[in-house]
Structures are given as C-alpha cells and as structure tokens.
Nanobody, 124 residues
C-alpha cells in the first residue's frame, strides 16, 4: 500500500508564494504518477498539476500554468508543488494523489491513493 502525507499549507497574501510537500511511503514510488488537486468550499475537486515518472513530463491546469510548478524527488519519495503569485481564487484544500497506471492525469478517479489535504488560504 501507499501512504501520502502533505504539508506546507498556510495563510498568505495575494502575490506570495508557498511550497507544498507530499511525502509518500510504499513500494514503486518512482514509477507512479503523482498529482495535485484542490477543492474549495462548495466546489468539486479540481485538477491542479501532475508529474509522471519523468520530471520532464508534467501537466498543469490552465488556471495555474505559469505560476505553479510540480516536481518530485524520488530519492526522498516526495513530490512538491511550488506556488507563486498566489491569488485569492487559489484558496482551497490541496490534496496529493498517486497511481501506478494513470492514463488521464486530470481525472481524480484514475488515482489510487490520496493524502489528507492541506489548507491554503490567500487573502486579498
């Protein structure tokens, strides 16, 4: 089995930056696709970013492209989400997820394991 533990959320002002971390435990982490999703109050969980087995293969939601960067450190079994130029609309609970055979990275149903989530709040 795989377990995911997130950290790095907090309260920041618009324009500030945060880096989220997701530490994974379990086998075959380096071969898994890793993804970040977020869910704001009253809204559905939405895709943010994903990274496949190669750090050069990434996907981003249009709303965060150019501001967020996903990366992974397989030696530490950790995936990161660097968030720059944060906006109030980025406020949400952020979740990391992973799966062995993820063909459609933007679909939550394609991931097998999820973290507990970390709150990100961006004030105006």
């Amino acid at each position: 089995q795989v377990q995911l533990v997130e950290s790095g959320g907090g309260l920041v002002q618009a324009g500030d930056s945060l880096r989220l971390s997701c530490a994974a435990s379990g086998r075959t982490f380096s071969t898994y696709t890793m993804g970040w999703f977020r869910q704001a109050p009253g809204k559905e969980r939405e895709f943010v970013a994903a990274i496949r087995s190669s750090e050069d293969i990434t996907d981003y939601a249009d709303s965060v492209k150019g501001r967020f960067t996903i990366s992974r450190d397989n030696a530490k079994n950790t995936v990161y989400l660097q968030m720059n130029s944060l906006k109030p609309e980025d406020t949400a609970v952020y979740y990391c997820a992973t799966g062995r055979w993820v063909l459609v990275t933007t679909a939550p149903s394609r991931y097998d394991y999820w973290g507990q989530g970390t709150q990100v709040t961006v004030s105006s």
